[in-house]
């Protein structure tokens, strides 16, 4: 649970919470950048978790008083995982100074639980991936007919690679339009039963293939 309320929403903050997995607890953010690095990790197929506010982390300044430090989030990677601070890099840069002590430490901390610290930046978290993301998430659910998932699928199985334009032209029929077939290859895509490189924003020249092939 986290260790700090995320506090109202101002006109400084952006506060509100994105649910990780059906089921699960939501996540709360508290500014624009820490939500779009929520939805990052939401669409991370190697994040397993997320926590806000996971721990406070206490150390000894310069002049020998307490000070307390606590991380925006912990994640949870399949390969392990990390204590995440989201900043604004002209933010970082122009209170690096102030900043520094608490993420030294916070690394030393991390590691000493077997964990990473890193911090996030808006270069890092603001790209292509996030536009795919924001695009794929509200698809995750929707339904796609059985049949035009089959067939999509063999045509993919005897295409791939190829783009989305051409897999599209060649599943459309009478019986499956074109708004018909567009409108289920977001769904695949987002539940990667159809795959693609996401790290460049997803167009009709787009590469897909099946899970476990190369996009």
């Not at 950048?33 to 000894?60: K, N």
């Not at 292509?128 to 995750?140: D, E, K």
Request: glycine share 6%; charged share 25%; hydrophobic share 45%.
């Amino acid at each position: 649970m986290p260790v700090r309320r995320i506090p109202i929403s101002h006109r400084s903050h952006i506060t509100g919470t994105q649910p990780f997995i059906l089921g699960v607890r939501s996540v709360a953010h508290e500014s624009s950048l820490e939500r779009d690095f929520v939805t990052v990790c939401r669409f991370d197929a190697e994040i397993i978790g997320v926590e806000e506010q996971p721990v406070s982390i206490y150390w000894i300044d310069a002049n020998g008083q307490k000070r307390r430090y606590t991380p925006d989030y912990r994640v949870v990677r399949r390969a392990g995982a990390e204590i995440v601070e989201v900043k604004y890099r002209n933010d970082l840069r122009a209170n690096w100074a102030e900043y520094k002590p608490a993420f030294v430490a916070a690394r030393s901390w991390a590691a000493r639980q077997g964990m990473q610290f890193r911090i996030a930046t808006d270069r890092y978290i603001r790209g292509p991936f996030l536009a795919n993301a924001r695009r794929l998430l509200p698809r995750l659910h929707d339904p796609v007919a059985a049949e035009l998932e089959r067939i999509i699928l063999g045509a993919v199985t005897r295409l791939q690679p190829v783009s989305l334009s051409t897999i599209a032209e060649a599943v459309i029929t009478p019986a499956w339009p074109k708004e018909v077939v567009l409108s289920a290859l977001w769904p695949l895509l987002a539940r990667r039963v159809l795959v693609t490189a996401l790290d460049v924003e997803i167009d009709g020249a787009s590469q897909v293939s099946l899970t476990g092939g190369q996009p």
